[in-house]
């Protein structure tokens, strides 16, 4: 399974529709191979001060991560960071 980016709009961290078919995709494959574990990576562009962009790449990951549990993955399976 290749890794793919993700967007998110401007100063948001909702995951985007065009979005929802990888995330589904990516949920079953790690369904399917249980003893693989996933990092998401949150970042933002350079706008804004490093603490805020710290805080919302942290929420664009989470975001992610809370989809994916949402279809059943575990959450003990994914780690999330932000580089801001």
Same mark, same amino acid.
């Given at each position: 399974?290749? *890794? @793919?980016?993700? @967007?998110?709009?401007?100063?948001? =961290? /909702?995951? /985007?529709?065009?979005?929802?078919? =990888? +995330?589904? +995709? #990516?949920? !079953?494959? +790690?369904? !399917?191979?249980?003893?693989?574990? #996933?990092?998401?990576?949150? @970042?933002?562009?350079? %706008?804004?001060?490093?603490? =805020?962009? #710290?805080?919302?790449?942290? /929420? %664009? *990951?989470? $975001? ?12 003990? %399976?994914?780690?999330?960071? $932000? =580089?801001?």
């Amino acid at each position: 399974f290749s *890794a @793919h980016d993700i @967007h998110f709009d401007f100063d948001d =961290y /909702k995951i /985007k529709v065009e979005d929802i078919p =990888y +995330l589904e +995709l #990516l949920a !079953q494959w +790690l369904l !399917q191979h249980k003893s693989y574990k #996933l990092t998401i990576e949150g @970042h933002c562009d350079e %706008r804004g001060s490093d603490l =805020y962009n #710290l805080a919302l790449g942290e /929420k %664009r *990951a989470n $975001s992610a991560k809370d989809f994916l549990v949402s279809l059943g993955v575990s959450s003990s %399976r994914i780690d999330c960071i $932000s =580089y801001g």
